[in-house]
């Protein structure tokens, strides 16, 4: 089990003449990852989600806030002893094309960190092989074809198998998939995320999947738990199937009125959620971070800011899905500008 406290991160980007400019990129998120479980981050590009991805694998640092791995804080431990903790997560890349070494054949690409993995358990030279051909089955693809070839041999969908059979080299606890099959051909992205859920169900991994798009989200994790991001901030957070039934932020309706239903079914008195542009950093920082953009917005949205939680709100659900909303409702939303 893999939890964070309160976890921020800013980056300083070079801004104007006026110097370096601070980017808040995660503002006190806490996540909860439990073992053999399904959790996703949604949310839209900039809002951090590949930054907290980045920070749960070990290859980000954070600035405050804690890290719990099997009960063990990560701040008490040097970044040697850490490692180990780390090495039980293992991101894979969105890009199966730049992830693979292309002076390599993908036996030299797998035999590399199971060498490592067979020194780390004592076992002999000779299990590596029989390893690498055990994990290439286990992702679908035949050992004998792809061992001696390089990636540009190889189609995307199975580039990103062997990607992901390099992730389990290191007997991961858990896969982060950081917009996974955003890169490869449409065709081959139900394969990946079947494979995904597969992995999950045979060898008891937890899937971490981040993604821009709710209809992955849904099919990676339908009885796991999704949390929206919103500028750093997790603004909903609750079982997925649950979410997409019953979103209350008006972000989270925002995201879901993307997704296309057919003109003349929505609910009478719909109201709309309407996304517009992205808002300069400055504005709103001290109020509800999307106030500027909710239709729903009040004068209190403007100064304060609501914190995850169940309080606070309209829709009188006493259930595990959380909120950073001082108005939420269940509400319907017409999708823009799509008309069957
Ligand atoms: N190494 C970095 N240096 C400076 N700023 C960064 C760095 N990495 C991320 N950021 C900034 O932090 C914010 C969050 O970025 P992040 O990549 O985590 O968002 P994201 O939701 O994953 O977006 P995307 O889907 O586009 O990858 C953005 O404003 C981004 O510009």
């Known amino acids: 089990m893999i939890t964070g406290t309160a976890i921020t991160k800013t980056f300083k980007q070079r801004g104007n003449v006026l110097g370096?400019?601070?980017?808040?990129?995660?503002?006190?998120?806490?996540?909860?990852?439990?073992?053999?479980?399904?959790?996703?981050?949604?949310?839209?590009s900039g809002c951090g989600k590949t930054t907290l991805g980045r920070i749960i694998?070990?290859?980000?640092?954070?600035?405050?806030?804690?890290?719990?791995?099997?009960?063990?804080?990560?701040?008490?431990?040097?970044?040697?002893?850490?490692?180990?903790?780390?090495?039980?997560?293992?991101?894979?890349?969105?890009?199966?094309?730049?992830?693979?070494?292309?002076?390599?054949?993908?036996?030299?690409?797998?035999?590399?960190?199971?060498?490592l993995r067979a020194r780390q358990t004592g076992r002999p030279r000779s299990w590596v092989d029989a390893r690498a051909e055990e994990l290439l089955a286990l992702v679908g693809i035949d050992?004998?074809?792809v061992l001696p070839r390089y990636p540009h041999q190889l189609s995307g969908g199975m580039r990103q198998r062997v990607v992901i059979a390099r992730a389990l080299t290191m007997d991961p606890d858990v896969l982060v998939a950081d917009e996974?099959?955003?890169?490869?051909?449409?065709?081959?992205?139900?394969?990946?995320?079947?494979?995904?859920?597969?992995?999950?169900?045979?060898?008891?991994v937890s899937v971490l999947f981040?993604?821009?798009?709710?209809?992955?989200?849904?099919?990676?994790?339908?009885?796991?738990?999704?949390?929206?991001?919103?500028?750093?901030?997790?603004?909903?957070?609750?079982?997925?199937?649950?979410?997409?039934?019953?979103?209350?932020?008006?972000?989270?309706?925002?995201?879901?009125?993307?997704?296309?239903?057919?003109?003349?079914?929505?609910?009478?008195?719909?109201?709309?959620?309407?996304?517009?542009?992205?808002l300069d950093e400055a504005q709103a920082d001290g109020g509800c971070l999307f106030t500027r953009r909710c239709p729903f917005s009040t004068a209190r949205c403007e100064t304060e800011r609501p914190v995850l939680g169940h309080d606070g709100g309209e829709s009188g659900e006493d259930t595990e899905q959380l909120h950073a909303c001082f108005h939420p409702r269940r509400r319907s939303v017409i999708p823009q500008g799509v008309h069957v």
């Open 20 to 44: 370096k400019r601070e980017v808040p990129a995660l503002r006190g998120v806490d996540f909860a990852i439990e073992k053999g479980g399904a959790v996703s981050f949604i949310g839209e």
């Open 57 to 115: 694998a070990g290859l980000e640092t954070y600035d405050s806030g804690e890290i719990v791995i099997d009960g063990v804080a990560m701040s008490g431990l040097s970044h040697r002893h850490r490692q180990p903790y780390f090495r039980r997560i293992q991101l894979i890349h969105q890009d199966p094309y730049s992830a693979l070494n292309p002076t390599r054949t993908i036996h030299q690409t797998l035999e590399a960190p199971l060498r």
């Open 143 to 145: 050992p004998g074809y």
């Open 180 to 204: 996974a099959v955003s890169m490869i051909d449409v065709s081959l992205r139900l394969g990946i995320l079947s494979l995904l859920r597969d992995l999950r169900e045979r060898l008891g």
């Open 210 to 278: 981040i993604t821009h798009d709710i209809a992955t989200a849904r099919y990676i994790g339908d009885e796991g738990e999704l949390y929206v991001i919103y500028r750093g901030q997790v603004v909903e957070r609750g079982l997925t199937e649950t979410i997409i039934a019953d979103p209350v932020h008006p972000y989270t309706q925002s995201l879901l009125s993307a997704i296309p239903v057919l003109h003349g079914l929505e609910r009478p008195g719909a109201e709309q959620v309407v996304p517009t542009e992205a």
